[in-house]
């Protein structure tokens, strides 16, 4: 069912401002481009649906496709595996090893094609993902998006430490990080058909593993090509630490001294962030992807949400695909929440509630998780996509609680946040009856 050049009436719900938005009916014209042109309500002056508008199933809703904004896309064959490490042994015993089996061709093609096509059917229909060292391998997940329909910016990962790094997977120099990353950047901008669906990003792995020199080249390429930058920023005590021992000044100032915090890019994790580095990426307009169910095995801490946001900081989701036992948007989103939770009340049952060392105010709700969800993260990355507003893209999923293998049920009277607690808490992927990328559908019942 491809949208481009019709009228949709649906009911569902969106989050364009931070604030819930749910519609009983909504006409939603759609551009042969794939970009709403016009949103109308009944009641409005000039109402009037056209015969031959699409008419979405009595009882489904629809919602703004999901944004996830950290994907190591080749470690999805280790999902949920070895998570008692911690984050330094786990790259090295288990992670590295298998982002080396990258340099196969057919591995890749296998696993990128499985990835892409898992999560647009689970709704994420925007996608940020790390790729491996290997070129070839990295061109073909960019071409993988843009094949099979996923909005998707795609990064090359520059590692090139000899100290941080293993002998059998890293880049061979600076100059090879650089030129890599700058090889793909001209592959993807070239690809037939791409008209910006897919994109480019510079991405060194994380300042433990590139050397100076490297960071200050990929800088330099970020700002020669307008590219975003994606890359880890005070993930782990271990992270956090080697950098104020190296650098001697943290994260995030490292990185803005190397021309690596852009407009619209995106540090993943942010646990250890300071309020000086929040007023840093606040003024560089650089986002944060919230990744809580990683935090939870590697990070030792929660990161502070609702002190980002309170900061001005721009943030979205990242599922973390390997580094938490999930990999959709959907657990996620349900994670922010009870992480946020944790952070309010603190964690410590030997103590009394007054002692546990909680932060006051820390707490979200399901709306501000659907709003990270979707249009939160599209605003992180600066993209016109997550909400059905006349100038964005038609990126969208259909939820159906009807179906009985799916685990979501919807009972009559719920409206507004009691049913969207309800379908974010409750959906799982048999529910998910239909993907849309740009009007175009993707994934879900027979097209």
């Not at 059998?168 to 120099?173: F, K, L, M, N």
Request: with cysteine.
């Amino acid at each position: 069912m491809n949208l481009s050049g019709r009228t949709l009436v649906a009911r569902g719900f969106h989050c364009p401002d931070g604030t819930l938005d749910p519609f009983a009916e909504l006409a939603i014209e759609i551009g042969a481009d794939g970009v709403i042109t016009r949103v109308r309500r009944p009641g409005a002056d000039g109402y009037a649906v056209p015969a031959d508008a699409v008419r979405l199933p009595e009882g489904t809703l629809l919602l703004p496709g999901f944004v996830d904004l950290h994907i190591h896309a080749p470690q999805y064959p280790q999902l949920g595996t070895a998570l008692d490490e911690p984050l330094e042994v786990w790259l090295q015993r288990y992670t590295f090893p298998l982002e080396a089996r990258y340099a196969d061709p057919a591995f890749a093609e296998r696993v990128y094609a499985r990835l892409v096509r898992d999560l647009l059917a689970s709704g994420t229909t925007t996608a940020l993902y790390f790729g491996t060292v290997h070129l070839p391998a990295t061109q073909r997940l960019a071409e993988l998006c843009l094949e099979l329909g996923q909005r998707a910016l795609v990064g090359k990962v520059a590692m090139d430490h000899p100290e941080t790094c293993p002998d059998y997977y890293r880049d061979a120099s600076a100059d090879d990080a650089i030129e890599g990353t700058r090889a793909l950047i001209a592959h993807i901008r070239a690809l037939p058909g791409n008209d910006g669906r897919v994109q480019p990003v510079v991405m060194p792995r994380f300042i433990p593993a590139c050397t100076d020199e490297a960071l200050a080249g990929l800088g330099a390429l970020a700002a020669e090509t307008g590219c975003r930058v994606h890359t880890h920023v005070s993930e782990s005590d271990w992270e956090h630490g080697h950098v104020l021992e190296r650098h001697a000044m943290s994260d995030a100032e490292s990185l803005a001294r190397f021309g690596l915090m852009t407009p619209h890019s995106v540090l993943a994790h942010g646990n250890f962030l300071s309020d000086s580095d929040f007023a840093l990426m606040k003024r560089h307009r650089a986002g944060v992807a919230h990744c809580p169910l990683s935090n939870a095995y590697f990070a030792g801490s929660v990161f502070p949400l609702r002190k980002a946001l309170r900061s001005g900081v721009s943030v979205g989701l990242g599922s973390d695909i390997s580094g938490g036992p999930a990999g959709t948007i959907w657990e996620t989103a349900r994670m922010a929440v009870t992480a946020a939770r944790m952070l309010e009340t603190g964690v410590d049952p030997a103590l009394a509630p007054e002692a546990r060392g909680g932060r006051p105010g820390a707490r979200i709700d399901a709306v501000t998780a659907f709003h990270l969800a979707t249009r939160g993260g599209a605003q992180t990355l600066g993209l016109p996509v997550g909400a059905f507003v006349p100038g964005m893209a038609f990126d969208a999923m259909l939820i159906d609680p009807s179906v009985e293998a799916g685990t979501l049920r919807a009972f009559d009277g719920e409206t507004g946040i009691r049913l969207l607690e309800r379908v974010l808490y409750g959906t799982s992927k048999p529910n998910i009856a239909r993907v849309w990328v740009q009007g175009v559908q993707v994934a879900g019942m027979a097209r």
